[in-house]
């Protein structure tokens, strides 16, 4: 397996969760973080071919904040699921931070995963009866460190996301939003550069779409990447650049207009 070099730091799992991202303050000439080149992805059900992406191209640097909108079955998920090498293209090229994944096997990609990317997902996906902690410390068991360095990292991950005092809640003891929280704990708890979010919103009120948002946008203040996939233009008005698809095809691609400030609640 050869070793993928994604990281100016050596061991990325070492690094605290709240370690800034990017550091040195240097403008350093850097390969994006995204290179997406004429991705096309076809999926073969029952005989019929379903296009889902058909020419995709895009690029995004270090530390932008994109919304990605666009309607029901326009290829948003499907695009997503190849920036975050859960799936690959059917052609076209992907590198990310300058690394083709075509070239890539399986245990690199699932190390490129687990060093570099986090996920969050409309269903929160949290381990019922398991305490907001050992969810959020969960995926440092992979990167093979001491349990007690695991829970000091998990509870820095749920104080980045203001769950300090709900350590010990179960998921079913918490709010949506709460839970969507220790979702982003956890999947900033491994410290990834990169964040990918599907409908991170999608199944939460006003009040904790905002407590979300708030968390998104401190960590994109961090120095993280992040694409967040939504339906709710409120939601993309938080992000600097708004990408639509429809069709499999990326119809605009706009620096946003009036940043909307996220009002701290
Ligand atoms: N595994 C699959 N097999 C076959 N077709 C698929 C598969 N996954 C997605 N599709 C099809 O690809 C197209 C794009 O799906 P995708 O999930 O990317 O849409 P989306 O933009 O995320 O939609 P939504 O907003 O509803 O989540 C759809 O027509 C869908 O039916
Ligand atoms: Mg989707």
Redesign the pocket.
């Known amino acids: 397996m050869t070793r993928v070099r994604l990281e100016r730091r050596r061991d990325p799992a070492a690094a605290e969760p709240g370690a800034a991202a990017t550091g040195g303050g240097l403008p350093v000439r850097r390969a994006p973080v995204i290179d997406v080149l004429e991705v096309r992805k076809r999926?073969e059900?029952g005989g019929i071919a379903?296009r889902?992406l058909r020419g995709v191209s895009l690029r995004i640097e270090a530390g932008e904040f994109v919304a990605i909108m666009?309607p029901?079955?326009?290829?948003?998920?499907?695009?997503m699921h190849i920036l975050g090498c859960l799936d690959a293209p059917s052609a076209g090229s992907y590198r990310i931070n300058g690394v083709d994944v075509a070239g890539l096997d399986e245990d690199d990609l699932s190390d490129l995963r687990n060093r570099y990317i986090g996920f969050v997902f409309q269903s929160f996906n949290l381990i019922p009866r398991t305490r907001a902690l050992a969810n959020v410390a969960l995926p440092l068991q992979y990167a093979g460190l001491p349990k007690a360095d695991r829970a000091r990292r998990a509870k820095t991950a749920l104080a980045m996301v203001g769950l300090s005092d709900r350590t010990n809640h179960l998921p079913s003891e918490l709010s949506g939003g709460q839970q969507q929280r220790v979702a982003l704990a956890r999947a900033l708890v491994t410290n990834p550069a990169l964040i990918l979010a599907d409908?991170p919103t999608g199944n939460l009120d006003s009040s904790s779409t905002r407590e979300v948002l708030d968390v998104f946008a401190r960590l994109n203040r961090q120095g993280r990447t992040i694409v967040l996939i939504t339906?709710e233009e409120e939601v993309a008005a938080h992000a600097e650049r708004v990408i639509r698809?429809r069709d499999g095809r990326i119809v605009s691609d706009t620096a946003a207009s009036t940043h909307t400030q996220v009002v701290h609640t």
């Open positions: 999926y059900l379903v889902a666009g029901s079955g326009s290829g948003k998920s499907t695009l409908e339906h698809v």
